[in-house]
């Protein structure tokens, strides 16, 4: 075939796709018209309104026309106060802007419905329930995000998991420094049949840290030091005098770990009858006058030898406490458990 030839036949599909758009539009731009036209019929039942307005809009977003849709539903709204569909149509803009990455003009409509208009079921689903779920999704402000979780919990608790809903209102109250309220909340998750094997994918080990919180708010926390040198003194003076006794008032009564290195430290194996004095008598003790310093600035070890034949070198783990909870207990530094074996 010619270049010019080539061309022709170039040039005569993309008129025919031209002229294919331009007939549908051309269709498009009846079909609403006629609609419309069906609209002003003073008969016209609100079934059928419903059916016209949600065939017009749900062409709109099929197209993505997202700005003719929202000024088209907008503009209904406003002049058809009495509609009983006017939580849908809302719900529809919201999503709009939505798509168009306004969030916060998406957020004030979802509001908007939920506190202005009486639930609706569309094609058997709750609208509010629809905006609380989108809400959740796109607020970034905590004190809201805690009436949205509330509402969802109070009004429509066969639709969601409690116990994810539990653990996550928890945390928004932990943000907000409501402890009173975050504690008491992630008890009730706790509680919940499913609270151990739940998995939420942005909350690693969550009931770990939910069980650590709560059990150590309902301990007297009394073995944590103002600083860290300060405990790392006191546990050098009792291994290096043998006072197990001692070890045992210092370490903590809470979820303490004795792990190899190869272990996971966040499934405990200490006990409340774990005693230093089991492991101390007949070994000669000895540890290093300087802390490694841990993953982070919250965390430090202290290498100590001796121990075993097979194993003799453990080290004492030592950690900031996070328990804002309690200023006077938040930021102090606790012996939460030993890593036996060198190093890793």
């Known amino acids: 075939m010619s270049k010019a030839a080539a061309f022709l036949c170039l040039g005569a599909l993309l008129f025919s796709c031209g002229s294919q758009n331009s007939a549908k539009a051309k269709r498009d731009k009846q079909t609403q018209l006629e609609l419309e036209s069906l609209l002003q019929a003073p008969s016209i039942s609100g079934e059928s309104r419903y059916a016209i307005i949600n065939r017009i809009s ?16 907008t503009d209904y709204v406003e002049r058809n106060p ?40 569309v094609k058997g689903q709750s609208v509010h329930f629809l905006c609380l779920e989108r809400l959740i999704q796109i607020s970034t402000n905590h004190e809201k995000r805690v009436q949205y979780f509330n509402t969802l919990i109070n009004r429509f608790p066969s639709n969601i998991s409690i116990t994810e809903m539990y ?26 049949p499913d609270a151990s094997s739940i998995q939420i994918t942005d909350m690693h080990d969550i009931y770990n840290y939910a069980r650590n919180l709560i059990d150590f708010n309902n301990s007297p926390k009394n073995w944590t030091f103002k600083s860290l040198d300060e405990l790392a003194s006191a546990v050098k003076t ?31 194996t200490g006990s409340v009858d ?52 309690n200023p006077d207990i938040h930021g102090t530094w606790e012996w939460a458990g030993i890593y036996i074996g060198e190093m890793m």
């Open 167 to 192: 653990v996550r209102l928890a945390r928004e109250y932990e943000q907000i420094g409501e402890w009173t309220r975050a504690l008491k909340t992630y008890t009730m998750f706790l509680e919940q």
């Open 238 to 268: 009792a291994l290096i005098r043998y006072q197990p006794r001692k070890l045992d008032e210092y370490r903590s009564k809470v979820n303490f770990f004795t792990v190899s290195w190869r272990q996971d430290d966040s499934v405990p």
């Open 82 to 121: 009495e509609d009983k569909y006017n939580a849908y149509w809302l719900l529809m803009t919201a999503y709009a802007y939505v798509q168009l990455r306004q969030e916060k003009i998406a957020e004030y409509y979802f509001e908007r419905i939920i506190k202005n208009y009486q639930d609706l079921r």
């Open 274 to 325: 774990f005693s230093m004095r089991n492991y101390m008598h007949g070994n000669r003790i000895t540890v290093t006058e300087e802390l490694i310093p841990g993953p982070t600035i919250n965390e430090a070890y202290l290498k100590s030898k001796g121990w075993t034949l097979s194993v003799p070198t453990w080290y004492f783990y030592f950690r900031k406490v996070n328990y804002p909870a």
């Open 58 to 73: 749900t062409k709109w977003l099929a197209d993505q026309k997202y700005d003719d849709l929202i000024l088209y539903l």
